[in-house]
């Protein structure tokens, strides 16, 4: 298994693609023979091949043969190793601005009074 | 503003970099001046405004500088757009789930009960 930080590259790199996500968005539906999977693409064969052996390297998808016909699987794994790195980034994200909200209302004091009247009461 | 498609390519594209992830995951604590930025990474200057400009250009991070200072801060939406395509990814996955669920369970019939366990209780 690849390490982590190698993986997130291989992922997100393989996602960076249009046609890419386009195979992902309809082998997540169900698994598909490489030729209904080329079938509405506008290019090669070989060029198919190639994206989708990106696809495989990186862990999002996996093929098998039986017979003449390799048939394409999602993995649904590798798409949850990136939604897991941005996932946490929204995480620290709402952190940082539940944060800020307690500073603020600490600013503003219990009685919800603005800095500028501070010293008023006490 | 550059379309969904070119979008999505240009922020998987900016996040398969691990000093770009690094970036967006201290940015997201808090704004960094570029020095701050260029710190603890072991690379020249010119290298790390070269990764900043791709960060800059698929809307994951705006600068401004004021002075002789130019700060980073996180643009929480360019990362939302990556986090929407995934989670519809997920979304999709789980209703095929729930449709193999429902299928197995029709075959199974109303009573929920295995074929190999039908008779033993009735």
Same mark, same amino acid.
């Given at each position: 298994? =690849?390490?982590?930080? *190698?993986?997130?590259? +291989?992922?997100?790199? +393989?996602? /960076?693609? !249009?046609?890419?996500?386009?195979?992902? $968005? @309809?082998?997540?539906?169900? =698994?598909?023979?490489?030729?209904?999977?080329?079938? =509405?693409?506008?290019m090669s064969?070989p060029a198919?091949?190639?994206?989708?052996?990106?696809? $495989? +390297?990186?862990?999002?998808?996996?093929? $098998?043969?039986? *017979?003449?016909?390799?048939?394409?699987?999602?993995? !649904?794994? *590798?798409? #949850?190793? /990136?939604?897991?790195?941005?996932? @946490?980034? #929204?995480?620290?994200?709402?952190?940082?601005?539940?944060?800020? *909200?307690?500073?603020?209302?600490? $600013?503003?004091? !219990?009685?919800?009074?603005?800095? /500028?009247?501070?010293?008023?009461?006490?």
């Amino acid at each position: 298994m =690849p390490n982590y930080e *190698g993986s997130l590259d +291989a992922v997100f790199q +393989a996602l /960076a693609d !249009p046609t890419r996500r386009d195979m992902v $968005e @309809r082998l997540i539906r169900g =698994p598909l023979s490489v030729s209904k999977l080329a079938q =509405p693409l506008e290019m090669s064969l070989p060029a198919v091949m190639q994206h989708l052996q990106v696809l $495989e +390297a990186c862990g999002l998808v996996r093929s $098998e043969k039986v *017979g003449r016909v390799r048939t394409c699987h999602i993995e !649904p794994a *590798g798409l #949850r190793t /990136a939604e897991g790195w941005i996932g @946490r980034q #929204r995480t620290e994200w709402e952190h940082r601005l539940d944060r800020l *909200g307690e500073h603020l209302s600490q $600013e503003r004091g !219990p009685s919800g009074q603005g800095s /500028a009247e501070q010293g008023s009461t006490s």
